[in-house]
Each structure stands twice: as structure tokens, then as C-alpha cells.
């Protein structure tokens, strides 16, 4: 039976020339990364630090692992830190920043992640009385809950200035920042020059198996370094893993996202044509949300759709997110736009 896996960007497997890569390897080309002495992970965050325009780069296990470590790392314990309210941080992330990191949330509105400057400078205003500063502002970019939504460099120009003028270092969950510098056409450091730190994921669009990692200066990844270890993220001979993102980083491959999006048009662009009550969103990347104008169980519909072999993710009670990715063609989003027409008539109509 045809299968097509739309839940998520994290479910792509590895290209063939990752796997031609891996062969290369051999014992010279690993060690103890905990010492430094991986020449594997070495060049792989070199090569990231580069990339996003950064002074250095710390290889770490997850995204949520890189968030973690970047908020210790800026921050003293139960200093005051501003998020976003959909954020991954906040919604997915199993309050590291407060059980972990022992740092007090403040939640910001927005428009699809793009903050009102206002807004931030109020809640800094209000905390002004409290006993901790508050030290750190951070963004998501593209953002996951707002469907895959880009956030402008003008903006994060403008809350990187707002994050200088009072005090704050900027951080940036950029899991998926490749996507939003292809989708803008831009190289990345356009947007990553407007924040002090980045965590970007290989684990999702650039389809690595495993790993993130987090730029920034050079006195910000090695405090991040100690974090990671004190985490549990000091994985000794990483080269083996981490010979994967040095496929992954090749210009082309960050290109190849481009498909990604194309295909995420193709899919919506496919669900606006049907009469039904949903609004669908213009995907920026590659995200689309479709959102149920109608009451109904929407675990039933997404049970339904997987059934007839399309899996998707319901990140609410109203909204689908379906994901595209490496390893989806537009073949298989004719055959979702079709399923999903069957399966949504059936339940809305
Ligand atoms: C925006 C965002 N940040 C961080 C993460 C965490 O990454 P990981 O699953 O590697 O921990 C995710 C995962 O989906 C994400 O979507």
C-alpha cells in the first residue's frame, strides 16, 4: 500500500550521497569529541559556524538539546526571557526553560511570529519591578505552529535593535532557517546577522538522521559546551553521526529545499480547489496547516486519511499540519490532494 508520510520534516531518511559519504569514513576520522579531538564534528561545526556567519559552532543531539543549552548559556538562573506563545520552546519543549534552566517565561502575541515591538517593550516595562532582569529575547524562524511561516530580516532587525536597547541577547530556534532563507532566496546569514545566537536543525529538511547545532561567539558556544556535556549531549566519537551534515550543508542540498516548497503549494493549492469548510494556508515554505471550519473529530479524520495512506499530524483540535519533505514527490501530493478530498467530504459535508 502507497504510504505518504506528511507528518513531519523529522521523518526523512538520509540521501545516497550521505550514504557514500559514511563509507569513506574510518578510524582516523573520528575521536573523543568531549576532548575535541573529533576531526569529523570539527569540521562539520566549522563548517556551520561559516555558514550562518557565526565565530563558532557546537554539534549537539537535538534541536531541543540546542535551545536548552543556548538559554543556559545566556542567561542566570532565574533571570526573565521573552517567547513567543507558540513557540516550540514554550509549547514543545516540556518546560526546560523553566525546570531546567530555572528561568522565568514571558510569552509574546504576534502575527505569524513577527512580534509587535510595543508589545515587547511593555512586558520588559512590567518586569522592571521585578527582583531578575530580564536577559534574553528569542524568535522562530521559520515558525512551526504558524505553518511554516517566515519571519522577515526587517523584523529581526528591528527586535534585534529592541533586544540592544534593553539589554537582551537575541536567540534564534532556527530548526528550520534553511528553509526560510531559501523561501525568502536570500543566503542565511541575512537572517542570522540579526541575532547573537542560532540552533538549526540537520535532523529535518536537510534529512539527516540525527543533530543540530548551535552558532554564536566563540565565548557563547564554549560556555554551551559545558551545558551540552552537563545535558548528557557529550557523545565521544560523533564523527560517525556527524559525517551526515557535511553532505547535508552542500549548498545544492540546502537548494534542494526549494522542491520541498513547491510541493507544499502543490498541496494546497490542490485543497483550495475543493468546496469545503477549510481554510488552507499560503505556504511560505514548507508547512501547510488546514484548519476545520466545522466542529468535528478531527483525530478521526487524521486516522481516516492514515488509513488510506496519508499520515499527517493534528497539532490542535481545528488544525492538520501536513509536512513536505526529502522523499516526497509531486506524485505523491496528486494522491494526498486526492485522499484528502475523499476523507474531508466525507467528514465536513
Ligand atoms: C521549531 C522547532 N524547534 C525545535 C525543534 C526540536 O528539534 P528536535 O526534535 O531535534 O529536538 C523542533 C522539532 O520539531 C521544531 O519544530
Redesign the pocket.
Known sequence: MKIVDLR???FTKPSPEMWEKIKSLDNSCIGDDVFGEDPTVNELEERAAKIVGKEAAVYV???????LVSLLAHTNRGEEIMIEEQ???YQ??LSSATKIARLNVNVYSSDRGAPSIEELQNIIENNREKENPTTLLCS?N????HGGAIIQPHVLREMKQFAVKNGLKFHL????VFNAAVGLGVNVTEITKHVDSV?F?L??GLSCP???LVAGPKSFISEARKYRKMVGGGMRQAGVIAVFGLVALEPQWIKRLDEDHKNAKLLAEGLQSYDLPITVNEPQTNIVLVELMKKTRIFKIVTELGKEGVLSFNISKEKIRFVTHYGINEDDIEFSVEKLGEVLSKYLN
Open positions: 513531519s520534516d523529522t543531539t537535538s534541536g531541543t538539546q540546542g535551545n513557540c516550540h520552546i514543545n519543549e522562530e521559520t515558525h512551526n505552529y530556534d532556527g530548526a528550520r540552533m536543525c535532523s529535518k540525527v543533530g543540530s
